[in-house]
Each structure stands twice: as structure tokens, then as C-alpha cells.
């Protein structure tokens, strides 16, 4: 009788253990998951008025991505279709505000990647851009120039 009155608090401590497992990893660890919002915008850095630039157009690829050690999940991606240069101008236009819940900013790292295309009588030009976001923000704004 006294073997199965310790048996059983045993039993339930390992299976509180294994249910809570990460939850009792982050509390001895001493990490906290933290929400991250990231605030998107575009403005343009060029005069895009001139006729030169009337049938020139640019498509925007945005990704969140989140790196723990070795491993990337994306978390987040979204693409802005072509819109002529044109209406671009050097106000900054919000375009996007994405919140990322539960990251340990003692563990991971949040990467924004973001490729700007081109195009324009029938040439093709891709610029990308890779950023580490600041860990210790909980809030970013991201300009991207076109």
C-alpha cells in the first residue's frame, strides 16, 4: 500500500513534467516570449515623374523569417503587386503592420528580407535587402525605398 501511495505522486509529477515541458525549460532558462510588431511602409527616393518612368513598374516581396541556432521558419510573407514608379512619390505610404507572437529574444533571431523588382520595357532588375530586427525592440518601423 505504501508503494502505490508513492507511486502515484511520482506518476503525476512526470506527467506534469512532460505536459509543461516547455514552459518549465523557459522558466529555469529565465527567457520570456515577447510579441514583436513590425510596421511596414514605402516611400520613394527618386522623382519618378519624368516620362521616362511612365510605363515603369515595381513589385515588392516581403518575408519574416525566424532564426533559433541552425534552424529558419518563415513566419510571415506577403508580395505587393506591380504599381508604376509613378505612384510612388516621397511621402511614406504604410503599407503593412504585422505582429510575431511568441519569441524568445534571449534564443531567436527575426530576419526581414525584402526584394524589390523592377520593370520597365521589358527589362528586369531585382534588389534585395536582408535586416536583423534589434532583439530588445518589441516595435519596428521598416522604410522601404523605392
Not at 525549460?25 to 527567457?31: A, E
Request: charged residues 25%; proline residues 1%; aromatic residues 8%.
Amino acid at each position: 500500500m505504501k508503494k502505490q501511495l508513492l507511486i502515484l505522486p511520482l506518476l503525476l509529477i512526470s506527467i506534469t513534467v512532460i505536459a509543461f515541458n516547455k514552459q518549465i525549460q523557459n522558466w529555469f532558462n529565465g527567457t520570456k516570449a515577447v510579441k514583436k510588431e513590425i510596421s511596414f511602409s514605402i516611400t520613394g527616393k527618386n522623382d519618378y515623374t519624368l516620362q521616362a518612368y511612365n510605363d515603369a513598374a515595381a513589385e515588392i516581396e516581403i518575408s519574416i523569417t525566424k532564426i533559433n541556432g541552425g534552424k529558419r521558419i518563415v513566419l510571415w510573407k506577403k508580395e505587393f503587386e506591380n504599381m508604376l514608379l509613378k505612384q510612388y512619390d516621397s511621402n511614406i505610404m504604410p503599407i503593412e503592420n504585422v505582429n510575431i507572437n511568441n519569441t524568445f529574444s534571449a534564443k531567436e533571431t527575426i530576419e526581414v528580407s525584402y526584394t524589390i523588382t523592377y520593370k520597365s520595357a521589358g527589362k528586369v532588375l531585382k534588389l534585395g535587402r536582408e535586416i536583423l530586427l534589434d532583439k530588445t525592440e518589441q516595435k519596428d518601423k521598416l522604410e522601404i525605398e523605392v
